[in-house]
């Protein structure tokens, strides 16, 4: 069955650096999704990406964090200075249209990122 | 916001129907109830989806009330391995912009 592929599945940043999270969606789906979730807490909505540019995303979204899909078949997440509340699992979806319907979103295994 | 709201836990016997419910009353009229579950801390795995008309899958059923202002997921022959944290969450938005909120979502604890 087709997955959601996330590496690497553990990251340790110092403080100020910056990190690229990597994920490879589904090959067929056209939409992509990046969640956090800090330890002991739900599962938050960061951004949404579609037809190559962000179409929704969240107030933690901010100037330090950005998106990318750079060659057709990875989408990034690039924290520019982390900060130690970055601190959190996260989590990349996809999903496709089948006609005139948005199929469900599958999700990655997630990156733990620590930042020390 | 999260637009769903459910109990924080329930326990079920194994081998036991686990019934969960959620109540989404203010959802709109062309938006989608979806259900996940994460076991741990591993990437939320879909379970179902639905509208309006019930639905059953290999997984689990899903009963919608006709007014659309609950719902409930159904594990028939609720197992160990279906220990997680089960979220409702309604689809937002439209196409090309939608998101899935998710709430705090019902720990299933299913006892032996």
């Known amino acids: 069955e087709p997955e959601v592929t996330q590496t690497p599945s553990h990251q340790v940043t110092q403080m100020g650096q910056e990190v690229i999270l990597r994920c490879v969606p589904i090959s067929n789906h056209l939409y992509f999704y990046w969640y956090r979730q800090i330890l002991g807490q739900k599962v938050e909505f960061l951004v949404s990406f579609y037809n190559n540019e962000i179409s929704e995303k969240s107030e933690i979204f901010d100037d330090q964090f950005s998106v990318e899909r750079p060659d057709g078949s990875n989408f990034t997440l690039k924290i520019r200075s982390t900060k130690l509340e970055d601190s959190a699992m996260y989590f990349c979806a996809s999903s496709m249209v089948r006609g005139r319907l948005n199929t469900e979103a599958f999700f990655g295994q997630g990156t733990r990122l620590t930042v020390v | 916001d999260a637009k769903t709201t459910q109990p924080p836990s329930m326990d079920c016997a194994e081998g036991r129907a686990a019934n969960l419910p959620c109540n989404h009353s203010t959802i709109s009229g062309n938006e989608y109830v979806y259900w996940y579950r994460q076991i741990h801390s591993q990437g939320p795995q879909y379970i179902i989806h639905g509208l309006k008309n019930n639905e059953t899958n290999e997984m689990a059923s899903l009963i919608i009330t006709e007014d659309r202002k609950s719902s409930t997921l159904i594990l028939p022959h609720a197992t160990l391995r279906d220990t997680a944290v089960y979220y409702c969450?309604?689809?937002?938005?439209?196409?090309?912009?939608?998101?899935?909120?998710f709430g705090t979502g019902t720990r299933l604890k299913v006892l032996a």
């Open positions: 969450i309604v689809r937002v938005g439209t196409s090309g912009t939608y998101k899935y909120i």
